[in-house]
């Protein structure tokens, strides 16, 4: 069987000129990155804002497991099959990070017959936006620390006092060693403090680029991050320490999309990338809009399972943008819900028609939340070449009787755009059907909530918890944000995408459970507080035997066991 990345060499890629033209872009739209890949034109970005909008396809998951279940790729078969329907329709996709490429899950270019292309390409440098970002983050960390270094006055005037500093540095990579250090070592290096590193993908620059409707827009959510305290305790901004402009001279061509293609033509806009158990989990606004206005469907994803990657697409991202999915699809794999159900990661190849019925209340839960924000729901059953015919089946009488849900088996990953044509006729149906996604379109908590109720809504109500538990720490930071005024920003829940709980053994769907919040950190810039459940950090690490080890260039100098 051919690999992914043997697939994807053996892909007829056309200029990316013409990729653009099928989307109505000339040359003046498009800023050429070699043949296969562009940048969209700011000018054209501006131009598409008075365009009318098409229809938002939101694609989400179950929690994830071991075994995979191709969101990405159907995702991206989904809107090939669109295509091959005669309905118009763009892919709107994160860029990858290279924590996960070269750790425990590999690429995210989709697969099998259902890539964005040039998969080496996007995986791993592509057009630089996370080295942007990572710069312009660090940047701002190497000016706080100037700041400190000869204690200059801040706006107060007075000094940033350096025990209050919150702004860690970033690096785009699984690196544990990284997440508590001390800085300032050495003679005339000081400050001498207590610091760490987040991945890029965390960054609140990673959510702010992804968050921003331009470059004005940038630059002033850049200068509201906040980095510190002075010395009376005053907060202290990147605006205050003179970095922002600069910050957003880095990121001005990070700001604009990046068009690619599928294996089969589909126009791929791939932009920005924050992690959906750490960070927000949606790709950029301005690709998101530049897709809907191109297309008569955006087909867009949002990280990890519905209860985190969609609900934050949902209560942020279309917050913070006025977005409203016409649809949801939601990805399951027999497998998948096999393990939900208590199975063993190496027997879910031995039918098991009780460990299914139990992962499918987690499949039932997932479409029971999506459908109390106003969504019109179907699933994707994405086969696997070792699935059994019954219990495919299992599931999809289960969603069409029990369930009242709309489901299909795909077979994108094998037969490409084929393979999701019934998946993409039941959604262009539900879509069209939507008529006003804006009125039906239901967020749990309205703007203005304050974060507490906000966040116990979402873990009641999505995660199913019994209640939330907020530690002294946590209790600390809710009293400061409301004193400032500043409680009443959405929340940002951070917690492990592998179960309902915060602890990530627990499997099922589960409820009644505490959810634990060890902190609550203020991301002023991004419009968000991000809540931390448990111990999840925000620096991943390695697993025992990461995907790097099996990377390598062959005689030819191409890249061999990329996925």
Not at 87 to 108: D, N, T
Not at 367 to 389: C, I, K, Q, W
Not at 476 to 482: H, I, P, T
Not at 497 to 526: C, M, N, Q, W
Request: charged share 15%; hydrophobic share 45%.
């Amino acid at each position: 069987m051919a690999t992914d990345i043997e697939i994807a060499r053996a892909a007829t890629l056309r200029p990316i000129a013409d990729i653009a033209a099928a989307i109505g872009l000339g040359s003046a739209d498009i800023e050429p990155h070699g043949h296969h890949i562009a940048k969209l034109a700011t000018a054209t970005l501006a131009d598409l804002r008075d365009k009318p909008a098409g229809k938002l396809i939101l694609v989400t998951a179950v929690n994830p497991t071991p075994a995979g279940e191709g969101k990405t790729t159907t995702t991206i078969g989904l809107a090939d099959a669109l295509n091959r329907i005669g309905r118009r329709a763009v892919i709107a996709l994160r860029e990858p990070s290279l924590g996960p490429v070269f750790g425990r899950k590999g690429g995210a270019t989709g697969g099998g017959q259902a890539q964005v292309l040039p998969m080496e390409k996007i995986n791993l440098h592509f057009t630089g936006d996370f080295h942007a970002i990572t710069s312009a983050h660090n940047l701002l960390s190497a000016m706080l620390d100037n700041a400190v270094h000869f204690g200059l006055a801040m706006p107060s005037g007075l000094p940033v006092n350096p025990r209050s500093i919150t702004w860690k540095r970033v690096l785009d990579m699984n690196d544990r060693a990284l997440r508590q250090i001390v800085s300032g070592m050495g003679q005339g290096n000081h400050p001498l403090r207590e610091t760490g590193f987040d991945i890029t993908v965390a960054s609140e620059v990673m959510a702010i680029l992804c968050l921003a409707e331009d470059v004005a827009d940038l630059q002033a959510r850049l200068a509201r991050i906040r980095v510190a305290k002075d010395t009376a305790g005053n907060p202290v901004t990147a605006g205050d320490i003179g970095a922002a402009g600069a910050m957003a001279a880095l990121l001005v061509e990070a700001m604009q999309p990046n068009l690619v293609q599928s294996i089969h033509g589909s126009p791929a806009l791939i932009h920005g990338g924050p992690f959906a158990n750490i960070a927000h989990g949606c790709n950029s606004v301005i690709a998101t809009s530049a897709a809907l206005a191109l297309g008569e469907f955006a087909v867009t994803e949002a990280g990890f399972g519905a209860d985190l990657g969609a609900e934050k697409f949902c209560h942020i991202k279309c917050r913070s943008a006025g977005l409203a999915p016409a649809a949801a699809v939601v990805v399951a794999t027999v497998r998948a819900l096999k393990y939900h159900g208590g199975m063993a990661l190496a027997d879910l190849g031995t039918p098991d028609p009780a460990a299914l019925g139990r992962g499918l209340e987690v499949l039932a839960r997932h479409v029971e939340n999506l459908r109390s924000l106003g969504l019109p729901v179907a699933v994707a059953l994405n086969a696997f070449t070792n699935d059994h015919a019954d219990e495919q089946q299992q599931v999809l009488t289960h969603c069409r009787d029990t369930l009242g849900v709309a489901a299909h088996l795909c077979r994108h990953w094998a037969d490409g755009p084929a393979g999701a044509e019934e998946l993409a006729r039941s959604v262009a149906a539900l879509a069209d059907a939507n008529t006003d996604p804006q009125r039906t379109f239901t967020p749990l908590y309205a703007t203005g909530t304050d974060v507490l109720d906000a966040l116990t809504l979402v873990a009641t109500k999505i995660h199913r918890a019994g209640h939330v538990t907020l530690s002294p720490t946590a209790q600390k930071q809710l009293a400061a944000l409301r004193a400032e005024g500043l409680a009443n920003l959405p929340v940002c829940l951070a917690k492990t995408p592998y179960s309902f709980t915060a602890d990530e053994k627990v499997r099922g769907a589960v409820s009644g459970h505490d959810l634990p919040i060890r902190e609550l950190r203020l991301a002023a810039g991004a419009g968000f507080i991000v809540a931390l459940a448990g111990d999840i950090a925000t620096m991943p690490g390695l697993p025992k035997t990461p995907s790097a080890i099996g990377i390598h260039l062959d005689t030819q100098g191409r890249i061999e066991g990329l996925s």
